[in-house]
C-alpha cells in the first residue's frame, strides 16, 4: 500500500531556507515519478519538481529553479524513498502547503494522482 508522509515545514524568514522531507513506501522506485507540488489559499496547485524513477532526471517549474533542489534516497532494504527539498531563498510568495506526491510512470507535468497529507510552509518576517 503506498503511503506517504511529509515533513519539515515551518515559519521561515525572508531569504532564509528550509528542508522539506518525505517518506514514500508502498512503491517499485524505478516506476514511479516522483516529486513536490504546492498550493496557496485561493490559488491553484503549482507543480515545483519531479524525478524520475528510471533515470532520476530531474524537473523543476521556473518560479523555483535555481532556489530549491530535490534529491531521493532509495532504501532497498526496507523499500522506502525518502525524497528532500531543500528550499533556498524564500519568498513570502513561497507561503503555501507543500505536498509531496507520486504518479505511475515517468514525469508528466507535474501531474502526481498521490500525494501525502502536507505540510505548511510560512515565509514571513
Known amino acids: 500500500q503506498l503511503q506517504i508522509v511529509e515533513s519539515g515545514g515551518g515559519l521561515v524568514q525572508p531569504g532564509g531556507s528550509l528542508r522539506l522531507s518525505c517518506v514514500i513506501s508502498?512503491?517499485?522506485?524505478?516506476?514511479?515519478?516522483i516529486g513536490w507540488f504546492r498550493q496557496a489559499p485561493g490559488k491553484e496547485r503549482e507543480g515545483l519538481v519531479c524525478?524520475?524513477?528510471?533515470?532520476?532526471?530531474?524537473?523543476?517549474?521556473?518560479s523555483v529553479k535555481g532556489r530549491f533542489t530535490a534529491s531521493r534516497d532509495n532504501d532497498k532494504n526496507s523499500g522506502k524513498n525518502t525524497i528532500y527539498l531543500q528550499m533556498n531563498s524564500l519568498k513570502p510568495d513561497d507561503t503555501a502547503v507543500y505536498y509531496c506526491?507520486?504518479?505511475?510512470?515517468?514525469?508528466?507535468?507535474?501531474?502526481?494522482?498521490?500525494w501525502g497529507q502536507g505540510t505548511q510552509v510560512t515565509v514571513s518576517s
Open positions: 524525478i524520475n524513477g528510471l533515470d532520476s532526471s530531474t524537473y523543476y517549474t521556473a
Open positions: 506526491g507520486a504518479e505511475a510512470g515517468p514525469c508528466a507535468d507535474y501531474d502526481f494522482d498521490s
Open positions: 508502498g512503491i517499485t522506485w524505478y516506476d514511479y515519478a
